[in-house]
């Protein structure tokens, strides 16, 4: 059996990130896109996904990068100085949640609940995981199997601050993808903000539209995403997905092919829990839609169960969804 871990913005969240539908509300308070009335103009026409405002600049840029190269850069530098201040607020606070006890149940905080699976896969692209897991426990042992963690296919570049050998470097592609024995992998599977590259526009970073075509177009982020598949098509693999609401179809396509042909199993953690699926059919009150979608007759079928108690509450507080969550991990 093979334990992985998915996350999206609503795991960051717990943390005090905001998901992708609460970005506009930093953006239009970025100095440089308040002074900048067309950028403005065109983030509250997208206020409930700032990543559609950032697909229409993307696609005018490659109508016409020289007439449009300024606008989507500006969105950029402004969605870069709102990543910096999340990072900043992680650094800020502490990893784990308070727990009512004389003595901390190792089993019941987020460093060891991360170290129980074979490999973690984000889409995610802040720097909660490297500067509260990674930079504390890459090199030392907790309760577990791993001697430490590795991100394949990228490699740290230039001397980094004491004591924060992940969070505080840039990370280059490398070309090796190896996955060692005793080191748990970490795949940013959209990037991320210490991720750069050669060229004009280095980042590594996969933002607003077209997210499949980017991914393709960069050799790291397309391996990556291999990795995925490889890791879904194992057989008998169990997915715990916290904070990703199931809105990017590149992802969603591995993981509809691996629970139908391989047994793939999910444990969700969101907001609506076992419904996300069916809250997701996007028919309005007088339109008569299926009786069951496409996606939830997979999600249906993939769904161990799912709870709607936040992460982190989930992972110290006594409930059922939490003995239920550590039967999956047990593969019980």
Known sequence: MTNILLLGAGFSKNWGAPIASEFFNA???DPEVRANEPIRTLLWRNRSNFENA?????HNFRQ??????EPLLLMQRAMLRIFGRINDIFRRQDFEL???RLTVDRNRTVVEFLAKFDAIFTLNQDLLLEIHYLDHVHNQTTNRRWNGSSVPGMQPTGAGEPGAPWSSRIWTPNEDYTVHQNSQPFFKLHGSTNWKDAGENADIMIM???KAGAIQASPVLRRLQDFLTEYARRGGTRVTVIGYGFGDAHINVILKDAIENRGLLLYVVDPRGAGLAHDMRGFGPNQ???AVTEFEEWFQKGLYSAS????????IDESVDREVMGDFLAGR
Do not use: C, K, S, T
């Open 64 to 69: 016409n990068q020289q007439a449009n190269r």
């Open 27 to 29: 953006l239009i308070a």
């Open 208 to 210: 607003g539209g077209g």
């Open 288 to 290: 008569i839609g299926p």
């Open 98 to 100: 308070h727990q009512e």
């Open 54 to 58: 950032l697909e229409q600049l993307q």
């Open 308 to 315: 709607i108690i936040p992460f982190r509450r989930l992972l």
